[in-house]
């Protein structure tokens, strides 16, 4: 994945607020999608990102892979990565 040229991001008191320059939309990511943008920022793909999470929080691996998939659905059907 990738973040496009024109997506803005800025960490603010533990939320992401996101700015698709495109579109002039807002979007915000509460702690734990802040945690996943900055595990894309690096560069992790799907995989790592879950493998980062499961080493951070107490959570079944299936429900992790279910909810870092829905995230990066909603995120590559909004414009804000790129797969």
């Known amino acids: 994945f990738s973040i ?3 997506v803005l991001f800025q960490e603010v008191g533990g939320e992401t607020v996101l700015l698709d ?3 002039e939309s807002y979007f915000g990511l509460v702690e734990i999608g802040t945690r996943i943008w900055m595990l894309l920022n ?3 793909g799907q ?3 879950v493998d980062a999470l499961l080493e951070e929080y107490e959570v079944e691996r299936d ?3 279910a ?3 829905e995230l990066l659905g ?3 059907e909004a ?3 790129k797969a």
């Open 67 to 69: 909810d870092v998939a």
């Open 47 to 49: 995989g790592g990102i």
């Open 63 to 65: 429900t992790l892979e």
């Open 42 to 44: 690096e560069g992790r």
């Open 4 to 6: 496009p040229e024109a």
């Open 74 to 76: 909603n995120l590559l």
């Open 79 to 81: 414009g804000l990565i």
């Open 21 to 23: 320059l495109d579109s």
